[in-house]
């Protein structure tokens, strides 16, 4: 499928939150259901009991770390009717915007059964009664799961808010039917690619191999093999005036990619990383980081090894709508 170029138009967008959502692990555990797709998860020699608590360590580590820096966090309790072992991972099911004119919410369709009841969306709605969600601007693309066609949120999508521009790289979890979709209703434009770990595996989300802030963008360059779609995805980066970090497989593997950058609620930017991200990253590809934020390690350790996901993906992202 040809990628398409893109075009820049001029927004007043926001890429950068202060609040964050976060979805607390207490059923935390291996999921059997996502193993299959998800290469960066490994089965614990630990009892449920002990990995599910050392996780809840890591979580709350997490919400006072950011807390201490300035971010807001909105915790949620996990769903205790049903079981949900990855639903510390909430940026796969919503995600909240301001730049566009007609949507607020968009709740995502998920490939793995049980994550599809970590969806609750009014329960986080009742946390958040502050910004007044207005039903009719909430774009529901779950019913896509009825064909088979599935669109991670922040997981699959990795955005510049300002630009309306998406990166997405087909996998599992990730369908190019799902992403026009979703472009087609909310006006963004697609930057398409295919991304491999070491072994030539599919990575199973975007946001493994890449994040971007607001002025750079950390991405493994290398796990894109088809030379093409490299060069697009390199030059629609630069061409949104993002400087490019570029990481290696094994940074990718350590989970460098997976950073997130946020404001303070004084106005001063933090990014988001594990400390086994922030320990894999070169000197001088932390000091290009910290020459646009200050650096957050969260020790996150257990989370990242059996869930298979780091930093980026503990959190949503909560943006105010339009008022």
Known sequence: MAIEAVRIPTTAARQLTNTLLMISPDQFGFNDQTAGTNTFQNSPDELPIIVRDKALAEFYGTVVALRHHGVEVVVCPTRTDVSTPDAVFPNNWISFHSELEKVDVILYPMLAPNRRAERQFDRVKSLMFWMAIDPKRVLDLTVLERAGQFLEGTGSLVFDRRNKVVFAHESARTSYGALDVFCDRTGYQSVKFHAFDKEDRPIYHTNVVMGIGEGFSVVCLESIRDLKERR???????????????????????????????????????????????????????????????????????????GGGSARCVVAEVFPGRV
């Open 232 to 306: 697009t995805v390199e030059g629609s980066l630069k061409d949104l005036e993002l400087e490019v970090v570029d990481i290696t497989l094994d940074q990718l593997h350590a989970f460098c990619g997976n950073v997130l950058e946020v404001r303070s609620t004084s106005g001063v930017s933090k990014i988001i990383l594990s400390v086994n991200a922030f320990d894999a990253f070169t000197n001088a590809q932390r000091n290009t980081l910290m020459s646009y934020g200050e650096l957050i390690p969260v020790e996150i350790n257990t989370i990242e090894t059996v």
